[in-house]
Structure formats: C-alpha cells, structure tokens
C-alpha cells in the first residue's frame, strides 16, 4: 500500500489523522477523541478482537523528597470535584466514583470513554512477562522495520 508509512503511536499518530495523512492509527481513547473534535472525519472504534487496557496512577517513590506534598497531591486528585475537573479537561474515564456525579454527562455517555461491559469484556492489560518480554520487542521492532 502506498499510503502505507509504518507505526507511529501517540500524539504524532492523532496529528497524522487530523491532517488526513493517515488512515488509521494506534492512539489513546482521549487522544482519538481531540483528533475527531479537530476532524470530523475521525472517528474511535474498539476492534472486534478487543485492545489493550490502560491506567494511570500516582505513586510516591520510597525516596521521595517529600512524601507529606505528594500525599497531599493525591488526596487533591482524589477530591470527586477536582478529580471530575481533570477527566473533563483530559476526556479519560475517572476511576472515582465520587467524582462520576460531576463528569460532563455527554461524556459519561460516550462509549469512547466509558465503554459498556461487553466492550470491557474484551479489554486486557498488558502484563509484564519478565524476561519474556523480550519476545514482545523483537516482534514489535520487527513489525516496525518494515
């Protein structure tokens, strides 16, 4: 395929399909949903055989200079109001469930964002194989060499 140009991921992928340069791309749910409010020709599917599962969170190293400043970073996170003021900035799903009253109902809605269990069903975090995933990035430089 001509239009075929190899793997690029993240936010380069999502301005690849804004511009109309790229057919299709590999991105965040968050990052698809910004592309198609710049482009209505964007779109976000789930494939049929499912995807990968992802999560964020904070955490505070056993070194860390101030623990007391990063507990209270978190806790300020975790208020339902500031937590529902940064989903609806990022439009990634809250894992709060105090915070769910407060979302922006359209995007509560959006199965982009929160997906209905059938579509969590096929859903899977990726795991840390050990030395296995090695295996993994052979295969992925090999896929992205061509």
């Given at each position: 395929?001509?239009?075929?140009?190899?793997?690029?991921?993240?936010?380069?992928?999502?301005?690849?399909?804004?511009?109309?340069?790229?057919?299709?791309?590999?991105?965040?749910?968050?990052?698809?949903?910004?592309?198609?409010?710049?482009?209505?020709?964007?779109?976000?599917?789930?494939?049929?055989?499912?995807?990968?599962?992802?999560?964020?969170?904070?955490?505070?190293?056993?070194?860390a200079p101030n623990p007391q400043a990063a507990h209270?970073?978190?806790?300020?996170?975790?208020?339902?109001?500031?937590?529902?003021?940064?989903?609806?900035?990022?439009?990634?799903?809250?894992?709060?469930?105090?915070?769910?009253?407060?979302?922006?109902?359209?995007?509560?809605?959006?199965?982009?964002?929160?997906?209905?269990?059938?579509?969590?069903?096929?859903?899977?975090?990726?795991?840390?194989?050990?030395?296995?995933?090695?295996?993994?990035?052979?295969?992925?430089?090999?896929?992205?060499?061509?």
């Amino acid at each position: 395929n001509p239009r075929f140009l190899g793997f690029e991921g993240g936010v380069g992928a999502k301005n690849r399909l804004v511009a109309g340069t790229a057919t299709y791309a590999v991105v965040y749910n968050g990052d698809a949903l910004k592309a198609a409010d710049e482009n209505k020709n964007v779109g976000f599917v789930v494939p049929k055989e499912g995807a990968a599962l992802f999560l964020d969170n904070l955490a505070i190293p056993a070194r860390a200079p101030n623990p007391q400043a990063a507990h209270q970073f978190i806790n300020f996170i975790l208020d339902a109001r500031i937590g529902a003021q940064l989903s609806n900035f990022n439009r990634y799903a809250t894992p709060n469930k105090a915070a769910l009253p407060f979302i922006n109902p359209a995007d509560r809605k959006n199965p982009a964002i929160y997906p209905d269990a059938a579509t969590m069903a096929k859903l899977e975090f990726v795991l840390d194989l050990g030395r296995d995933t090695r295996l993994y990035d052979e295969v992925w430089t090999a896929v992205k060499s061509r």
